[in-house]
């Protein structure tokens, strides 16, 4: 008599697969997938799509998975396990979109947090203008939530004049909601933006803090897939998401000769955690 029994359903962690570049210095990439989407209460999936050579100050080298073994990677995750969101990362090659994009297409009703990874923290371009065109045509009008700095978002919306019109352009290329960081401004504060249904939904401001990070932005994509894994609304899961990745970025440490890396485990601290917890309320 076999001794296997099913979960109980209604205890299991909501799953999020995340299509994600494997970063050997641990700040971005799928480990922070992992470590946020955990941190959040939920079960990451992880599909590699890109190889790196990377450090905490730049990446070297990047080295695409080859399109249909990336294909067989997701298709045994969302063949087996209830998928509740999807948050796509570093890419690659057109090749990797254009399998993402095949991945997507037979799962319509999986929400999908985009974060489009452009440049490196130091500054290396690591997608070409053919990638941002594919990720344009291909996944945008699959995409649920697009989540650029600012200059992401310019070279995304490379005709519009203001932040406003790269949003409004944005959604017009397909994506159904769009939210633009200020990490990237020259402000005292960082002004987050989000927009959905051709209008302005939600400003979030936060305290600029004084360094530069490693996977910052990897951090707030997956919190909001996360959030929205677990049946938040979107505007919730976009606000608790910042919360968690400023606390990350605030609690940060500098590991190695170049950027700070978030620390998404600082909730294991008692005293930071309850600082986190008065920020959400």
Known sequence: MSSHTEPDQEWLSPIVLCFSGLD?????GISADIEAIASLGCHCAPIITTLTAQD???VKDIQPVESTFLISQARAILEDMPVKAIKIGLLGSVAVIEAIHTVLRDYPNIPVILDPVLVSGGGTHIS?????AAMVNLLLPQTTLITPNTNEAQA??????TIDACAYEMMEMGSEYVLITGTHDDSDKVLNRLWGHNRSL?????ERLPNEYHGSGCVLAAGIAAGIAQGM???SAV???QAFTWHSLKNGQRLGMG??????LFWTNTEKANDWRRSTN
């Open 24 to 28: 050997p210095s641990g700040g971005a």
């Open 56 to 58: 905490s100050s730049d």
């Open 128 to 132: 070409s203008q053919e990638i941002i």
């Open 156 to 161: 995304i919306a490379a005709q519009a004049d």
């Open 202 to 206: 939600l400003d979030c401001e936060w």
């Open 233 to 235: 609304n979107l505007q």
């Open 239 to 241: 606000r608790e998401a």
């Open 259 to 264: 950027q700070v890396i978030p620390n998404r």
